[in-house]
């Protein structure tokens, strides 16, 4: 089954109006006709998707219109309004011009306690809005240590795409790899996605289990995504820190668009 990629910036807490407005304009810029075709990345080879924080979903969202690539919320609540201070409703992301949003980052799991049931909420309620959620699930250093790998990517995904009924993607972002400089092996990789598509497989049909990108993340950066991406349910990356350098980012999508299928 060929699957479009998806090359996916999560900028997480960095960058300021006029840097985000830089680096959309370098991504513009990987378009252009007068760059020779082999370095230009077009749309239908790979898809891209930036996700800012807030503050930033303006500039960017403006930055990159046209189809350069799409936006989306590094998170949403569950609620559609009311009084939840500091939170965001998926009618914002819409109307800031979203079409993603990212749920159940290891980070928002970390900092701010969320339970897989309330990562949950977020994807129906992101879907509900018309957002498409990017689940990211993800095991801890501890838990691969124990053996546990697999039944946490399995109580993540099935709590999490509970009572869905829309699209979603999946990234699978190691939490031990998130930061670290240290990558899971393509090997490693490979494992858990191949466990995360039949896992779909069983939920959802083989059918739509083929068409669901699965996303790796976790220190990935022009030097490995070449073999990452070349393991068969690899299908893309959920990029932090090499995110933030447009250089290293257009990078990777040149890296992804030349191996598309
Ligand atoms: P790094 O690429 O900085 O390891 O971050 C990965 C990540 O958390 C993307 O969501």
């Given at each position: 089954m060929a699957r479009t990629p998806i090359l996916a910036a999560?900028?997480?807490?960095?960058?300021?109006?006029?840097?985000a407005a830089s680096f959309c304009e370098q991504l513009r810029g990987l378009n252009e006709a007068d760059r020779a075709p082999a370095d230009r990345v077009s749309a239908d080879r790979v898809e891209v998707l930036v996700f800012p924080s807030f503050p930033l979903l303006d500039t960017v969202a403006a930055g990159l219109a046209g189809g350069v690539a799409s936006v989306g919320g590094q998170d949403v609540h569950p609620k559609a309004s009311g009084a939840h201070t500091g939170d965001v409703s998926a009618?914002?992301?819409?109307?800031?011009?979203?079409?993603?949003?990212?749920?159940?980052?290891?980070?928002?799991?970390?900092?701010?306690?969320?339970?897989?049931?309330?990562?949950?909420?977020?994807?129906?309620a992101a879907q509900e809005a018309g957002l498409i959620p990017l689940?990211?699930?993800?095991?801890t250093r501890e838990e691969r240590s124990q053996g546990q790998t697999l039944d946490v990517l399995k109580r993540q995904v099935t709590a999490?795409?509970?009572?869905?009924?829309?699209?979603?993607?999946?990234?699978?972002?190691p939490v031990w790899a998130i930061g670290t400089g240290e990558t899971a092996?393509?090997?490693?990789?490979?494992?858990?996605?191949?466990?995360?598509?039949?896992?779909?497989?069983d939920?959802?049909?083989?059918?739509?289990?083929?068409?669901?990108?699965?996303?790796?993340?976790?220190?990935?950066?022009?030097?490995?995504?070449?073999?990452?991406?070349?393991?068969?349910?690899?299908?893309?990356?959920?990029?932090?820190?090499?995110?933030?350098?447009?250089?290293?980012?257009?990078?990777?999508?040149?890296?992804?668009?030349?191996?598309?299928?």
């Open positions: 999560n900028w997480k807490m960095n960058m300021l109006r006029a840097e009618a914002q992301l819409v109307d800031a011009g979203c079409s993603w949003v990212l749920c159940g980052h290891s980070e928002r799991r970390r900092d701010h306690g969320e339970s897989d049931e309330w990562i949950g909420l977020k994807v129906k689940v990211c699930v993800g095991e999490a795409l509970d009572g869905s009924s829309g699209s979603f993607e999946l990234a699978y972002e092996t393509p090997e490693m990789a490979q494992e858990a996605h191949a466990f995360l598509r039949r896992l779909l497989g939920m959802l049909g083989a059918e739509r289990a083929s068409q669901v990108r699965i996303l790796y993340g976790g220190s990935a950066k022009p030097e490995n995504v070449d073999e990452l991406y070349a393991e068969n349910d690899i299908d893309g990356f959920l990029v932090g820190g090499a995110s933030l350098d447009s250089e290293k980012f257009s990078a990777m999508m040149r890296s992804c668009a030349r191996s598309a299928p």
